[in-house]
């Protein structure tokens, strides 16, 4: 199935068929760029820039995702410590289930232990049994209504100097693009991050729009 939603083309397995034919239908014009990789474009939506095949699981997570009582989003933008705060929430909350030697960090990663929002547009519930842990990169203005207006989910949020954390974007773009490929210049990729054009940047508006909310 293919869907105009919220200003984007939206393919849809027959899963989420349903909800899709209850959203707006629009015409597609996301503003879109190259970005940090020829490969792989940017496009606009709601203030931030982040890959299309991201949007997918954000709109269908602001129109569908219903919280449960105690669930725990950790949040940040990218490439801010997003892999040690996954590691050291689960490591709280499972304190009582697991412990040094059976933690299931020690034979998986961290994004394999807390599941990112970007998963809803596969399941309806993306959570691990009995973990309320939910990540996600989209900033604040972006998370679904049904969380940011309940008073049972707690929103914990890291943040980096954006300095750093552009150094690291830098290396991780670099490292991920595919071979033959020429990777982008540290000049280019500084005027593109300064000007907000990063996934889920700017990442300032990221950071201000979590830590001082409207």
Not at 16 to 37: D, F, Q
Not at 91 to 100: E, G, K, P, W
Not at 134 to 160: E, F, G, N, Q
């Amino acid at each position: 199935m293919e869907a105009y939603v919220n200003n984007m083309i939206v393919k849809s397995s027959s899963m989420e068929e349903r909800t899709l034919k209850l959203l707006p239908l629009r015409r597609p014009t996301l503003p879109t760029e190259i970005g940090w990789n020829s490969f792989q474009s940017l496009c606009l939506y709601q203030g931030f820039w982040t890959f299309p095949h991201f949007l997918e699981s954000i709109i269908l997570a602001q129109h569908r995702f219903k919280p449960k009582p105690g669930d725990i989003f950790v949040c940040s933008a990218p490439k801010s410590g997003t892999t040690w705060l996954k590691a050291l929430s689960f490591s709280i909350v499972t304190r009582n289930r697991f412990d040094t030697s059976n933690s299931p960090l020690l034979t998986k990663g961290p994004h394999h232990c807390v599941p990112n929002l970007v998963g809803f547009d596969q399941k309806p519930d993306i959570r691990n049994p009995g973990i309320p842990l939910i990540s996600t990169h989209a900033p604040y203005r972006c998370l679904p209504k049904s969380v940011v207006d309940s008073d049972d989910v707690k929103i914990v949020y890291i943040y980096r100097d954006p300095k750093d954390a552009f150094v690291s974007m830098f290396h991780f773009a670099a490292k991920r693009r595919p071979k033959g490929m020429e990777p982008i210049s540290l000049e280019v990729a500084f005027n593109l991050f300064c000007q907000g054009r990063s996934v889920f940047g700017p990442a300032w508006d990221n950071i201000l729009g979590s830590v001082l909310p409207c």
